[in-house]
């Protein structure tokens, strides 16, 4: 049993009102009433073997198995199970698991996670340095991405990783559009809303309030201006990747 104790001592020769009384008997009226918590059993009362796996929360799961790590999807992209971003500057879907789920949820409040990486290429290079000897020379080769969760065809503008608008983004190179990525050769980072490395590791993650039903969550990217490619080619991948949604019941 837990440990109450009375707001207000009652002394001799006060007044006594009625709102101190109630007030001292609140908290045992509390307890009566069922509003307990974790002080109010022992320890070793129960067991998780007791519950459900649903009694406080509902765990879906889309979870991609087996995807190569490293370098070596590169020269085999589908047998590394990994998923192609194409150079396009629309928001892409992906069905592939990992990167889609669709639940039945019951819950009016849930949580929704994705963690995923993408693959830019090796974007390695090499220049002369100050002595003529080979150096090598990393290089961002586009704007970046924008990456999102979309929930039941709404992309959430709160969980956007990058700027939300590549339409109004200040470009170092503003002259640079799909038709010519192929040929775009930076030597320095390119100015841009997005996110971008050679190997980037990404988590966007939000809370919703939903109604019980069927609900489907997707991982939405941007190649901005079609920019991000590989030193290789015109695609980049995103590798290993889950998608969780969690219903809080309770």
């Known amino acids: 049993m837990s440990w109450r104790y009375k707001l207000y001592n009652i ?13 001292n008997f609140q908290p045992y009226v509390e307890e009566l009433g069922g509003a307990l918590n974790a002080h109010n059993f022992n320890d070793e009362a129960f ?17 991609a198995n087996d995807v190569a790590t490293g370098l070596t999807g590169y020269d085999n992209p589908s047998g590394a199970k990994w998923v192609t971003i194409r150079g396009s500057e629309s928001w892409q879907s992906f069905p592939d698991t990992g990167l889609a789920l669709t639940f039945t949820a019951r819950a009016s409040k849930v949580y929704l996670c994705a963690s995923f990486n993408i693959h830019c290429g090796t974007n390695k290079a090499y ?35 990058g700027s939300g608008d590549a339409g109004v983004d200040s470009f170092q190179a503003n002259d640079f559009t799909i038709s010519d990525s192929s040929n775009a050769d930076f030597e320095e980072p390119q100015g841009g809303g ?5 190997r980037l590791p990404l988590t966007v ?5 939903i109604v019980p039903g069927r609900h489907t ?3 939405v990217v941007m190649n901005i201006k079609g ?24």
């Open 47 to 63: 067991s998780r073997a007791q519950f459900k796996d649903s009694v406080g929360h509902i765990l879906h799961l889309s979870q």
């Open 205 to 209: 993650d939000v809370v919703l309030d």
């Open 127 to 161: 220049k002369l340095d100050g002595d003529g000897k080979r150096a090598p020379a990393y290089k961002q080769l586009g704007y970046g991405y924008l990456v999102a969760l979309r929930f039941d065809g709404t992309v959430l503008n709160e969980t956007i990783v």
């Open 194 to 198: 997005g996110t971008a490395a050679a």
């Open 227 to 250: 920019s991000m490619r590989t030193i290789e080619g015109l695609n980049t991948y995103i590798g290993q990747r889950e998608l969780v949604a969690l219903e809080m019941v309770r």
């Open 11 to 23: 002394e001799p020769e006060q007044v006594v009102t009625i709102d101190p009384i109630n007030d």
């Open 217 to 219: 969550v997707e991982v």
